[in-house]
């Protein structure tokens, strides 16, 4: 598992330094300041709105509903809103209409909803999995121990 650990930590430091290159080889500067502006603010974003929500709704919901499906609330609510602030500017139609007339040129809102739809169905399935895995788990655990004691002997 290490192994694999660290393989794919290379492949993840090859593909960051390509899209590095690619980024200061390929755009203007201005270019550059606007998605360092956008970054910036999505960390800011994702720090002062998502984090502390998602600590929050998975406080809450650890208390409120059973865990595995606290998990997955909080799982499915980080990647959506994270998706979500990624995606404003595309979703908002901040490009269209401009000189470039095939920068915006899909259904950009209809698809953020096709993956809002895959993200809730895939926590639900998982926390389903987890739970049968859970369940499964502890009924052969007990089966395992002697509940009631030792049996009588025969004789």
């Known amino acids: 598992m290490v192994h694999i650990r660290a393989g794919l930590v ?3 430091l090859i593909l960051l330094a390509y899209g590095g290159w690619l980024l200061l080889h390929t755009q203007r500067p201005a270019q550059l300041a606007q ?3 956008w970054a910036l603010a999505a960390v800011v974003l994702h720090d002062a ?3 502390p929500l998602a600590l929050t709704l998975g406080w809450i919901g650890g208390r409120a509903l059973p865990r595995t499906v ?3 609330a909080t799982v499915a609510f980080v990647l959506a809103g994270t998706l979500t602030i990624v995606a404003i500017p595309v979703l908002d139609g901040y490009a269209a209409g401009g000189a470039n007339h095939t920068l915006l040129d899909r259904d950009y809102v209809g698809g953020w909803i096709l993956v809002i739809a895959l ?3 895939t926590t639900a399935v998982g926390a389903a999995a987890s739970g049968l895995v859970h ?3 502890r009924s052969h655990r007990s089966r395992g121990r002697m509940a009631h004691g030792p049996r ?3 004789r």
Do not use: K, Y
């Open 10 to 12: 290379v492949v993840g």
């Open 119 to 121: 993200i809730l169905l």
């Open 152 to 154: 009588p002997r025969r």
């Open 135 to 137: 369940r499964f788990d």
């Open 49 to 51: 709105l998502i984090a």
């Open 70 to 72: 606290a998990r997955a």
């Open 35 to 37: 998605a360092t502006t």
